[in-house]
T-cell receptor, first 115, second 109 residues
Framework: DTGVSQNPRHKITKRGQNVTFRCDPI?????LYWYRQTLGQGPEFLTY????????KSRLLSDRFSAERPKGSFSTLEIQRTEQGDSAMYLC?????????????FGNGTRLTVT | GQSLEQPSEVTAVEGAIVQINCTYQ??????LSWYQQHDGGAPTFLSY????GLEETGRFSSFLSRSDSYGYLLLQELQMKDSASYFC??????????FGQGTTLQVKP
């Protein structure tokens, strides 16, 4: 098991472009989370999947953001019409469905820079 | 709503003991998790307290008092590699974690 994998590691894009990130969770993990983190802040929750179902979205997530987990395995996060404020590290995490006491395993993230 | 309070920065010397406090307000409390994050790295799980008391894992211990809405992370025999950010985060019933700003620990020689 190689842990949670995220691609790409870095993405530089121009304002107004669309970007898509991919997350491959640990294979037996049915929970998947997306977070965003900016410098000096803790990770900020974006959305949560249980298998292929998106069960929770942060109110902070604008309609330019969409996430999918079509077969309950890998997930994608798309940002449309990127803005400079979208520049951040986007983290994916996965866990087993063991209730509250199930540690989140984070990937190394995708660093997005919007110019 | 939910709120978390931790000191923003703590400095200590190698070999010392440091305690990072966390007070929280949350609806539907299930327990308290602690994560460590090195600069440029991913957050990694350290410990979880579901019940009151002390949980020990090697040099790290975590304490919870549900009646006081308070917990702490205790790091003993500090090493330079312990320099990192530390986050307390209560999980929701779905395991979702809400992180605060965390505590930056700087270990000096």
């Amino acid at each position: 098991d190689t842990g949670v994998s995220q691609n790409p590691r870095h993405k530089i894009t121009k304002r107004g472009q669309n970007v898509t990130f991919r997350c491959d969770p640990i294979s037996e993990h049915n929970r998947l989370y997306w977070y965003r983190q900016t410098l000096g802040q803790g990770p900020e929750f974006l959305t949560y999947f249980q298998n292929e179902a998106q069960l929770e979205k942060s109110r902070l997530l604008s309609d330019r953001f969409s996430a999918e987990r079509p077969k309950g395995s890998f997930s994608t996060l798309e940002i449309q019409r990127t803005e400079q404020g979208d520049s951040a590290m986007y983290l994916c995490a996965s866990s087993l469905d063991l209730g509250q006491n199930s540690p989140l395993h984070f990937g190394n993230g995708t660093r997005l820079t919007v110019t | 709503g939910q709120s978390l309070e931790q000191p923003s920065e703590v400095t200590a010397v190698e070999g010392a003991i440091v305690q990072i406090n966390c007070t929280y307000q949350t609806s539907g409390f299930y327990g308290l998790s602690w994560y460590q994050q090195h600069d440029g790295g991913a957050p990694t799980f350290l410990s979880y307290n579901a019940l009151d008391g002390l949980e020990e894992t090697g040099r790290f211990s975590s304490f919870l008092s549900r009646s006081d809405s308070y917990g702490y992370l205790l790091l003993q025999e500090l090493q330079m590699k312990d320099s990192a950010s530390y986050f307390c985060a209560p999980p929701s019933n779905t395991g979702k974690l809400i992180f605060g700003q965390g505590t930056t620990l700087q270990v000096k020689p």
